[in-house]
């Protein structure tokens, strides 16, 4: 890999060069990779105008992408998005690959007039480093909570 690293926005021709990243992506959070459906599931997304998807690439070839979801704050009244899954190839890792996937998001938000964006991440994930040194912050003053169905 050369540190010489570009990003832009993924479109539908990009599926199947997302897809083995995806399934990676899933694996750390101990989901089994499915390429089949994963595949289908970013070409619906992407079709239906449900997310936004940045790779990055090196060499020609994609080495990391992050994926946003759009989201509506009543407190704000107005538009947010969710960094929802952001992965680096190891190999890419260090070479500040990350940084530009979330520098091209924070972009995306200021471009979408978004009012903020947010996201969540494993309490083990080493990527915590990453998006504090990139300015975003840890909230200290709402909790998360979910309920499976």
């Known amino acids: 890999m050369t540190d010489r690293v570009t990003v832009r926005r993924a479109d539908r021709g ?61 407190v704000t009244l107005g538009p947010t998005w969710v960094l929802n899954d952001l992965y680096v190839r190891p190999e890419a890792r260090r070479h500040g690959v990350g940084r530009l996937l979330l520098e091209r998001a924070r972009e995306f938000g200021k471009e979408t007039s978004a009012h903020y964006l947010t996201l969540e991440t494993a309490t083990d994930n080493p990527a915590q480093r990453l998006y504090e040194a990139a300015g975003w912050k840890k909230d200290t003053a709402f909790l998360h909570y979910e309920l499976t169905l």
């Open 14 to 74: 990009d599926v199947d060069r997302i897809v083995p990243l995806f399934g990676a992506y899933r694996e750390f959070y101990h989901q089994e990779p499915d390429p089949a459906k994963e595949r289908t599931y970013l070409t619906e997304r992407m079709e239906w105008g449900e997310c936004a998807i940045f790779v990055a690439e090196s060499d020609g070839e994609v080495v990391g992408f992050t994926l946003l979801y759009p989201l509506f704050t009543s």
